[in-house]
């Protein structure tokens, strides 16, 4: 069973579409994020959420919304996609947002902007 | 702001060998958490191992240890007996109250380990 899931895994798409990135964990916890790798590998926090509300909001363009429909759920949707989104986008879970509990991670969306 | 250096962008082992990979941070907080994430070539983040700021006694899981040094602000993780299979990008990440729990992460080191 796989703990944190992201589909698609790659999405390839032109400059001013509007798409989704879709996470689930089944693993119960309380807390799910959005991080960024760029091209350079550099891992960089988006957004969190706890129990479906929003807990960090980094400094991202107003294009990137999350949404959480339930605390197993975090969707990223990213209007008028931009070359600059290319990037992996990584989705992980925590039971809590406090302390030292481990981050599970997916396994990433790779998307590409032509 | 907390910031999490790794000056090491590459480094390269033979099978066997012992490498050591480091990592600084920066912060004025006295409560915080340390991790190290490994990253192979499928770009799964894994956890590798984690330290409280509170607790003296190094971190330790089976090949791999770190060397934590509070005063000096540094969290540097020794791989022993390293096989194939450790080759990957390896990240240091910063976490505590202040980042609102989320992982501050290093640049990343490379880690090759050769036959």
């Known amino acids: 069973d796989t703990a944190v899931s992201q589909t698609p895994k790659y999405l390839v798409t032109q400059m001013g579409n509007d798409k989704s990135i879709k996470c689930e964990q089944n693993l119960g916890h309380d807390t799910m994020y959005w991080y960024k790798q760029d091209s350079k590998k550099f891992l960089k926090i988006m957004f969190s959420y706890n129990n479906k509300e929003l807990i960090i909001n980094e400094t991202v363009p107003n294009r990137f919304s999350p949404k959480s429909p339930d605390k197993a759920h975090l969707n990223l949707h990213i209007n008028s996609l931009e070359l600059g989104d290319s990037a992996v986008y990584f989705c992980?879970?925590?039971?809590?947002?406090?302390?030292?509990?481990?981050?599970?991670f997916g396994p990433g969306t790779r998307l590409t902007v032509l | 702001a907390q910031t999490v250096t790794q000056s090491q962008p590459e480094m390269s082992v033979q099978e066997a060998e012992t490498v050591t990979l480091s990592c600084t941070y920066d912060t004025s907080e006295s409560n915080y958490y340390l991790f190290w994430y490994k990253q192979p070539p499928s770009r799964q983040m894994i956890l590798v191992i984690r330290q409280e700021a509170y607790k003296q006694q190094n971190a330790t899981e089976n090949r791999f240890s770190v060397n934590f040094q509070k005063a000096a602000k540094s969290f540097s993780l020794k791989i022993s007996d390293s096989q194939l299979g450790d080759t990957a990008m390896y990240f240091c990440?910063?976490?505590?109250?202040?980042?609102?729990?989320?992982?501050?992460f290093g640049k990343g080191t490379s880690l090759l380990v050769t036959p």
């Open positions: 992980a879970s925590s039971q809590t947002p406090r302390a030292m509990n481990e981050q599970f």
């Open positions: 990440a910063f976490m505590n109250s202040n980042s609102g729990y989320a992982l501050n």
